[in-house]
């Protein structure tokens, strides 16, 4: 019968391309989807549109120079993307940081994680197909976030404010009561996004149980960050391999059960809270006033010969940056290991079998960015 | 239906905010003092002159090569029977803002506090046609602060609040 039915309508596999130039994409990232009718029977990703060949034009920079393109391969955290740069350089050099500035990165680090997930909760909900709304909520928050970053650093997304040692300049006199202001306001955020998304039927039906992935497969594709967190694997570089103060302070890592798109969005929510949590004991250990700088710090910064590896948990998951010297006052080698391209590799497998709108939402639970796939 | 209902309740909510958004081109939003657009030199306000002697320290920091600094002997100079100080003053500067990352090294490696990051409206809104309209003269990168019409913010590496 079934036979018949075949010979009846002569089908064929369409290949439909998603992309490079298409907002579900979240940058410039295109993917040939191979359906049969709506079932995706194979996903092929191409990449390298946004590559700018960040790596190889540090190794013709000082290290001071490298923190402005470092911010560039991490658009969306690029506090985080600054501080592995310049905590493998400090590693290298044997540098001292001060105590206040660590507590300050900790928190700019983490209040630049609320800002990255908030873009995600509004572009996810974009992908699910709740138009405008949530994006809105999303960039009101966030411009909350900029704005303070911007108060500080003096720029609104390419900061450049770390420095290898410490901070570039100090933080505004009023910079505690700023961030208690807006962490109250992101609170609220959250509340909004947890009221508008995680018990409505909708959203729920149209994200539990797809894009699955499992904790072995998970682990074996190299994931991390809050996709690997959701198929119940406790992996956070904060926890695992404390840099700055962060066993100093008392945070959950937050696990989800199902490795499925919604315990994605779920994760990175309550993880979020976890962040303010973070934040607010930051507050009451930092020193009001104090230096951010070591005493001594030579013109030009020079390195002795060595590697190191400095990984860090970005909001997407493990940024780490393995750095070469041969003595000089520029990297012989620099590699940036980003977590995107690392998640990436598991979308095929996440998305074949769901129809064509499902796999865009997988693309948009893993939440990348495309400047970090590239570079 | 609950959690449909709970949505929806979110969204009435938002009723009551305070809108958070300008009507832009009409009204700008305040910028901080640190605010950094593009980098320019200041005028020496007392002795009439820029305060940049040329010493090329930017431009061999800068990363994008976008600068290109000239010097000259300064005309105004005391042993030349001027008032000014400084040996060597800034002949030619051309700055590439085209090219430029906004990255403040510029302005944290130079000796005589000479140059400064824009934190005034004007250097955000410099849309031109032509990107070779982007490269600016001497005369262009001195006019805003000849005419004091900027407040700037020269930041010392690893300064404290106190």
Redesign the interface.
């Known amino acids: 019968m079934v036979t018949e039915r075949a010979r009846e309508f002569d089908t064929q596999d369409l290949l439909i391309n998603v992309g490079p130039q298409h907002p579900s994409t979240h940058g410039v990232f295109r993917m040939v989807l191979e359906v049969d009718g709506e079932l995706v029977k194979d996903v092929i990703p191409y990449i390298g549109y946004l590559h700018r060949g960040a790596e190889k034009l540090c190794e013709t ?1 000082d290290y ?6 470092m911010d560039r391969t991490e658009y969306l955290a690029a506090f985080n993307a600054e501080l592995s740069y310049v905590m493998a350089v400090e590693e290298l050099a044997g540098l001292e940081v001060p105590e206040r500035a660590q507590w300050i990165r900790m928190i700019l680090c983490e209040l630049n994680r609320l800002s990255s997930h908030f873009m995600f909760l509004g572009a996810f909900g974009v992908d699910t197909g709740v138009m405008g ?1 949530p994006f809105i ?1 999303g960039w ?1 928050e966030r ?1 909350m976030l900029i704005d303070l970053f ?6 609104r997304m ?1 900061y ?1 404010y770390f ?1 290898p ?9 009023n910079f505690k009561e700023r961030v208690r202001e807006v962490i109250k306001s992101s609170a609220q955020g959250i509340k ?1 996004f947890d ?10 039906a149209r994200t539990k149980g797809i894009g699955y992935i499992s904790a072995e497969d998970a682990i074996d594709y190299g994931m991390s960050g809050p996709s690997i967190r959701a198929s119940g694997v406790p992996l956070d570089v904060r926890r695992d391999e404390p840099y700055l103060k962060y066993s100093e302070v008392d945070f959950q890592v937050v696990t989800g059960q199902h490795g499925d798109v919604f315990d994605r969005y779920a994760c990175r929510l309550q993880e979020m809270r976890e962040s303010i949590k973070i934040i607010e004991q930051c507050l009451d250990k930092m020193a009001d ?5 070591p005493e001594k ?1 030579p013109r030009m910064l020079r390195t002795p010969p060595g590697e190191v590896y400095m990984r860090t948990e970005a909001p997407r998951g493990e940024y780490g940056i393995y750095l070469v010297s041969n003595g000089g006052n520029r990297p012989y080698r620099l590699k940036v290991r980003s977590a995107c391209l690392s998640n990436l590799q598991a979308l095929k497998q996440m998305s074949v079998g769901l129809y064509v709108a499902d796999a865009i939402l997988v693309l948009g639970s893993i939440d990348i960015v495309l400047s970090e796939v590239d570079r | 239906m609950k959690g449909i209902a709970r949505s929806l309740m979110t969204t009435l909510s938002t009723f009551s905010r305070k809108p958070v958004t300008r009507d832009y081109p009409n009204v700008h939003k305040p910028l901080p003092e640190r605010d950094r657009a593009f980098p320019l030199l200041l005028w020496d306000q007392d002795i009439d002159e820029p305060f940049c002697t040329g010493c090329h320290a930017c431009e061999r920091a800068c990363p994008v090569e976008c600068m290109t600094v000239l010097m000259k002997d300064n005309p105004n100079h005391k042993t030349v029977g001027g008032t000014s100080t400084r040996r060597k003053i800034i002949d030619k500067f051309w700055i590439d803002y085209a090219r430029c990352m906004r990255c403040n090294i510029c302005v944290e490696v130079c000796n005589f506090d000479a140059i400064a990051m824009n934190n005034t409206w004007t250097g955000h809104e410099m849309s031109v046609h032509d990107r070779k309209d982007l490269v600016i003269d001497l005369q262009g990168l001195l006019a805003q602060s000849r005419a004091g019409a900027i407040k700037e913010w020269v930041p010392v590496l690893g300064q404290t609040n106190e």
């Open positions: 920079m001071r120079q490298g923190i402005g393109f709304t909520y009101r411009e911007e108060e500080i650093s003096g720029d390419m450049a420095r040692g410490g901070l570039a300049w100090d933080v505004t006199r909004d009221g508008l998304f995680t018990e409505n039927e909708i959203f729920v006033t104090g230096p951010i700088m710090m």
